[in-house]
């Protein structure tokens, strides 16, 4: 039972991981894209 638990604890650290990268990511492509959008000007 506690085996179960740390697994899927562990699970969920690395779903949770997944998700910061993918929001810094996407952070950093929003900001590239604003720069972009400002060059054009």
């Known amino acids: 039972m506690v085996q179960m ?3 899927l604890g562990e699970k969920q650290e690395a779903k949770v991981n997944k998700l910061k990268e993918l929001w810094h990511k996407n ?3 929003t900001v590239l894209q604003i720069i972009d959008e400002h060059k054009e000007d």
């Open 5 to 7: 638990t740390l697994f």
């Open 27 to 29: 952070k950093h492509d």
